[in-house]
């Protein structure tokens, strides 16, 4: 079984389309992640893990094969740490295939499961209006995000409430999209508000009938 995911890279001002492949297969244990990753996208293979493992959430014991597509396109940066964790977890079973496939995501990933913050997320979001999906991107970016007309954002603190989220558990709210005031000075300004992420594990009913 293969997992599907859409993310973007960056190409100057230019969004181009890149699917995140995963294959959780039997074998000698390992993962591996290819298709002309930097060393950025190299290393989420360790933030990944850790930001599961801080879920309670571990690694099949099985050979993990992350394919970026197309391979002959160029990936740098970290915001594919997402794309990649989400494409795991739906070969493992704990989110569904389809609503996987739903949406374009994007975003750094920190070793606790906090979203973080990456570069070139309205351009992903002009993207994701132009394929018709949904736009799954950090908390702290999704006022930025709103600007693109029509695409339902998904701004998420850490993997802990995404994952909720998209199982039906805690519907997060949308974002606000950022609203211009008037100071005393009569400059104008921005404003977002943040969430902070539960401290609380999450509880995933696994294959077999086990939770973590």
Known sequence: MVALVSTVAYLGLEARSVEVQCQVAPG????????????A?????????????SMGLSLPPKRITV??????LPKEGSHYDLPIALALLAAMGVIDLETASEYVAVGELALDGRIISSPGVLLAALHASGLEKGLICPAAQGAEAGWASGVPV????????LLNHLRG???LSPPRRARRCRGSAGRTSSRSRGRKPPSARLR???PGGTTC
């Not at 000698?28 to 060393?39: A, E, I, R, Y």
């Not at 394919?67 to 002959?72: G, H, K, Q, V, Y």
């Open 28 to 39: 000698m244990v390992g993962f591996h992640v290819v298709g002309l990753p930097d060393k």
């Open 41 to 53: 996208v190299g290393e989420s293979r360790q933030r990944v893990s850790a930001a599961l493992s």
């Open 67 to 72: 394919n970026l597509s197309p391979a002959d």
């Open 154 to 161: 998904i701004a998420a603190p850490d993997l802990v409430s």
């Open 169 to 171: 558990i805690r519907v």
């Open 204 to 206: 995933l009913p696994l």
